[in-house]
């Protein structure tokens, strides 16, 4: 069982950065490919970024490649994302999730086993 926390989100000025964070508790949660979804109303939810359970392999959307950081500290069971250059079009709600398996082929497909309530990102323009 992984209980997963997300903080971090605000509003911000187009340009700006932010630094999205969410804590595991739980055991297992260093086990765990882990990601970042976001979501705005009326629309289904959108792949940001991924990274295998050591760290050492990330992936990300076109949409955000470039610009988001995606990394993990498995000592303080914590994921990170790195927001840079926020444009109004990143504007969303911010979900982590922990993958019970995850496929660079298949991301939509990719089966979450665990999400997080979400954190807020408006960005103005």
């Known amino acids: 069982q992984v209980q997963l926390v997300e903080s971090g989100g605000g509003l911000v000025q187009a340009g700006a950065s932010l630094n999205l964070s969410c804590e595991g508790l739980?055991?297992?949660?260093?086990?765990?490919?882990m990601g970042w979804l976001r979501q705005t109303p009326g629309k289904e939810r959108e792949f940001v970024a991924a990274?295998?359970?050591?760290?050492?392999?990330?992936y990300y959307s076109d949409a955000v490649k470039g610009r988001f950081t995606i990394s993990r500290d498995n000592v303080r069971k914590i994921l990170y994302l790195q927001m840079n250059s926020l444009t109004p079009e990143d504007t969303a709600s911010y979900y982590c999730?922990?993958?019970?398996?995850?496929?660079?082929?298949?991301?939509?497909?990719?089966?979450?086993?665990?999400w997080g309530q979400g954190t807020q990102v408006t960005v103005s323009s």
């Open positions: 990274i295998n359970y050591n760290g050492e392999t990330t």
């Open positions: 999730a922990a993958y019970g398996w995850f496929s660079d082929a298949n991301r939509a497909g990719s089966l979450i086993d665990y």
């Open positions: 739980g055991r297992t949660f260093n086990s765990y490919p």
